[in-house]
């Protein structure tokens, strides 16, 4: 499981970031990958990268922002090209509106896709819940952004546990089927009577991970819900130390704020995103150094980047 990061600028693309759009691999979990915005330029990013766009099968969008959604129409119609392999269905999660805008830039642009859309929109009345399968849940709640936005938190379920194979070879069961039955949670007996108890070579289940991902906001509690003891927090850094009041005048964070909430929340890592153009590289140090005053495992992520979960 891994994210990686298209695009981490905050409202205008510059030479260093691209504006917002991330993935989450789940390629060995459930073999897709989800997006989480598509700004303007997402398709260009992902010619850099490994992703091949079927595997891309869901879209959550935070909010309708053009910096979040202006790449939608063209990254779909680019995903249709790949003649070569299977068409795919995808999923677009996201508020009120999004339907409207995927579907009239391509029926205005004449666009014709080989593959249906199935769009779930939602309003602030209509959150919680947005997704559920056999191994992972998806949560979304209101933010505090000038505009309807939300985050969303990643559920994975608790993982199987695993089997022990050389205390069972050591118990006398032969490798085979048995094998698996002991696997499967069912009790063997051996040639000479001896009974295997399943439970007894089996270790217990592990919890999946929690990953928290936050469209733009000012700090509110609901982040911090979102967020309760995720394995890593993706939040907004657009401002920086100083900056609380412009912030707030334009619904967003600054580096200290999000560092508060990973800290509130008990998260075990912050990845810094969403970094306004007025930062140069000169600057990033010391947004990160700030940051981690507050909460130690604190990292600003750029274009391209990959993170391990």
């Known amino acids: 499981m891994q994210l ?8 205008q693309p510059s030479k260093a970031r691209n504006v917002s759009s991330l993935v989450l691999k789940l390629l060995d979990e459930i073999n897709e990958i989800w ?25 959550f969008i935070t909010h ?3 910096d979040h959604i202006f790449g939608l129409p063209g990254f779909l119609s680019t995903r249709s090209f790949q003649a070569n392999e299977e068409q795919t269905d995808i999923e677009i999660y996201g508020p009120i509106g999004i339907k409207n805008f995927v579907m009239t830039s391509l029926r205005v642009s004449g666009s014709r896709l080989p593959y249906r859309i199935h769009f779930h929109e939602f309003d602030e009345k209509h959150l919680g819940k ?17 505009i309807f936005c939300v985050g969303y938190r990643i559920m994975q379920k608790d993982l199987e546990g695993t089997l022990d194979a050389e205390r069972l070879k050591a118990a006398g069961l032969p490798f085979g089927p048995l094998f698996g039955k002991v696997k499967n949670g069912e009790d063997v007996v051996l040639a000479d009577g001896t009974k295997i108890i399943a439970a007894d070579y089996i270790s217990a289940p592990r919890p999946g991970k929690v990953i928290t991902i936050l469209g733009d906001t000012r700090k509110t509690h609901a982040s911090v ?4 003891n995720a394995d890593v927090l993706v939040h907004e850094s657009t401002y920086g130390k100083g900056d609380e009041i412009i912030a707030k005048n334009h619904g967003h964070s600054t580096n200290l704020q999000a560092a508060e909430v990973a800290k509130e929340a008990g998260a075990k890592r912050l990845l810094l995103n969403h970094i306004s153009a007025r930062f140069l590289s000169k600057d990033i140090g010391k947004m990160r150094s700030d940051a981690s005053s507050i909460f130690k495992n604190v990292h600003l992520v750029k274009d391209l980047e990959e993170v391990e979960l």
């Open 4 to 11: 990686q990061f298209l695009g981490t600028g905050a409202g």
């Open 35 to 59: 997006m989480f915005d598509c700004g303007e330029g997402t398709q260009n990013r992902i010619l850099e990268t490994t992703i091949r766009p079927r595997k891309i099968r869901k879209i």
């Open 130 to 146: 947005i997704l559920e399968t056999d191994k992972f849940t998806v949560y979304a709640e209101k933010l505090d952004h000038s």
């Open 64 to 66: 309708l922002h053009g």
């Open 225 to 228: 819900r979102l967020a309760i």
